[in-house]
């Protein structure tokens, strides 16, 4: 069990870590491309289902699709890789997003795991939104067309492929990665399910062109949405700290091979890379070598045991909830101990 800390004792930064909004903005040609796919597709669509993290439900959703693709089609917001956010926390995100949203279908996933709950309510649930809307052109169509929208890495094509796999009995067909940019336009319908005949069109992730807001960036960043080295690995773990640390949440102390929680990301670096031997040679002003630790790698396996659990379950936006009682805050700092 990892060792105890009170937050209270240390005095730990308040302000984020600086960074220049020009590290943030990520939108190559081929999301303008896709986007222009997209608003092409949409008139042989009935129902449109929206991919985000579960871990930033609130942060980082792109408004372009609020304005372009949304609204005259049914919507489901599906909310990815939940086995990697508090669980306790669901209602309440459901609560915050129905009520100031007003986004009625909302699911939550883990696109990896055949057995999971959400993955096998969607099917239905698009059945049943589909057959009670408007299909205006596609009213006289037996078959159901749904386009899977989203930022970059939050599973849209890892869902289509376990939604095929577990309705279809079929390979996985769709390239998945972690990094962001795999899916790089509209890809051909692919079938899904055979009573009724659906149908997925994937696409790619598409950004905002601009970032408003550093932290909204930076939580991006962090669950991977944005290229890591366009930001930097070593800004992006500076700001996992400073999120761990300002929430209480010390799982790292240990991975990371410190005694103690620390708030200078370069002693958390070198700790990592003595503790997993990321070592470098690097050659001195007299031509000589000598071993010298790798913050980068260092960095890159802190990011990695983020994005994979290993330092714990995450709510990204718990900031952005509204407690009512002072136990709902308790039960999460307990649930993220």
């Known amino acids: 069990m990892a060792t105890k800390f009170d937050a209270a004792a240390y005095n730990f930064r308040k302000k984020l870590p600086f960074v220049s909004k020009d590290l943030l903005r990520w939108f190559p040609g081929h999301m303008n491309k896709g986007m222009k796919q997209m608003q092409r597709k949409l008139k042989s669509v009935d129902c449109v289902i929206e991919v985000h993290d579960a871990r930033i439900p609130f942060s980082g959703r792109n408004a372009m699709f609020t304005s372009t ?15 990697l956010t508090v669980k306790s926390l669901i209602p309440k995100i459901k609560d915050k997003l129905k009520s100031e949203q007003n986004i009625q279908n909302i699911v939550f996933t883990n696109s990896k795991d055949q057995h999971c709950r959400g993955v096998k309510t969607l099917k239905p649930l698009l059945v049943d939104l589909i057959k009670g809307s408007n299909r205006y052109n596609r009213s006289e169509e037996l078959d159901y067309n749904v386009m899977i929208i989203g930022v970059p890495n939050v599973g849209k094509s890892s869902l289509i492929n376990m939604m095929r796999s577990t309705y279809m009995n079929t390979r996985h067909v769709l390239p998945v990665g972690a990094v962001a940019g795999v899916t790089r336009s509209v890809q051909t319908k ?39 080295h366009l930001v930097g690995e070593e800004t992006i773990a500076d700001y996992l700290l400073f ?18 929680p620390c708030d200078d990301i370069n002693k958390v670096l070198i700790a990592g890379a003595l503790k997993f031997n990321r070592i470098r040679r690097t050659r001195n ?19 990695k045991a983020f994005r994979t659990g290993e330092l714990g379950k995450t709510f990204l936006d718990i900031d952005m909830l509204q407690f009512d009682k002072e136990l709902d805050k308790r039960e999460h700092e307990r649930q993220l101990a």
């Open 69 to 83: 693709l949304l609204g005259a089609k049914p919507h489901i917001l599906v909310l990815n890789k939940k086995d």
């Open 285 to 303: 002003y007299d031509n000589t070598m000598r071993d010298v630790p790798d913050l980068m790698e260092s960095a890159r396996t802190m990011i």
């Open 190 to 228: 692919m079938r899904i399910n055979n009573d009724p005949k659906i149908f997925m069109f994937d696409t790619p992730g598409i950004l905002e062109p601009s970032v408003s807001d550093v932290e909204m960036g930076l939580k991006l960043a962090l669950c991977a949405s944005l290229q890591d």
């Open 243 to 260: 999120w761990l640390n300002s929430h209480g949440h010390f799982n790292y102390v240990e991975y990371m091979g410190l005694e103690e």
